[in-house]
T-cell receptor, first 111, second 114 residues
């Protein structure tokens, strides 16, 4: 069973900021929070990873509150090419760790 | 960044036959996983491929149906045995290079069973 919960779909327009929130109600102390992006006919691609507070890279920001029960992926000024499925995961790949994918959020960016 | 070569990229197979999918990485990895993605669905973890020992299967997946090998730190195979149309999916190899690092995915194998 997936450990995370996120909206099934979201719509946005080009140039807007998009925030996708994920619930991590069963997150463990050692778990990291990671977001992936998947385009049709491709494998998922890493976007960003964090443990707590805020992480920013060249494509997105990740906000994690102190209790770590949720996370928010922020995509600044989306374009049509950001139309994809976005997955949030929590877990660890250390030793016997594994990562379970939830249902994902289908983001549709409109012109 | 790592190069993960997965082949075949797609295949059309007859019911009752078997297909072996190969995953080759250009550098050593700590973990290798096999996922399945059915049409319009999310990814489902099939198993963790363990180097030199039997794979660790998730609930609903068994070794007789999905035998997995991992003879070294850079290569693994997944066989889909005695295929039926319900096995039509995309099969994805993924790897981790260090503990708590991100997953890298191969481009997937699109399998259609007639």
């Amino acid at each position: 069973l997936a450990k995370t919960t996120q909206p099934i779909s979201m719509d946005s327009y080009e140039g807007q900021e998009v925030n996708i929130t994920c619930s991590h109600n069963n997150i463990a102390t050692n778990d990291y929070i990671t977001w992936y992006q998947q385009f049709p006919s491709q494998g998922p691609r890493f976007i960003i990873q964090g443990y707590k507070t805020k992480v920013t890279n060249e494509v997105a920001s990740l906000f994690i509150p102190a209790d770590r029960k949720s996370s928010t992926l922020s995509l600044p000024r989306v374009s049509l090419s950001d139309t994809a499925v976005y997955y949030c995961l929590d877990g660890t790949t250390g030793n016997t760790g594994k990562l379970i994918f939830g249902q994902g959020t289908t983001l549709q960016v409109k012109p | 960044s790592a190069v993960i070569s997965q082949k075949p990229s797609r295949d059309i197979c007859q019911r009752g036959t078997s297909l072996t999918i190969q995953c080759q990485v250009d550098s050593q990895v700590t973990m290798m996983f096999w996922y399945r993605q059915q049409p319009g669905q999310s990814l489902t973890l099939i198993a963790t491929a363990n180097q030199g020992s039997e794979a660790t299967y998730e609930s609903g997946f068994v070794i007789d149906k999905f035998p997995i090998s991992r003879p070294n730190l850079t290569f693994s195979t997944l066989t889909v045995s005695n295929m039926s149309p319900e096995d039509s999916s995309i099969y994805l190899c993924s790897v981790v290079f260090t503990t708590n690092e991100k997953l890298f995915f191969g481009s997937g194998t699109q399998l259609s069973v007639l």
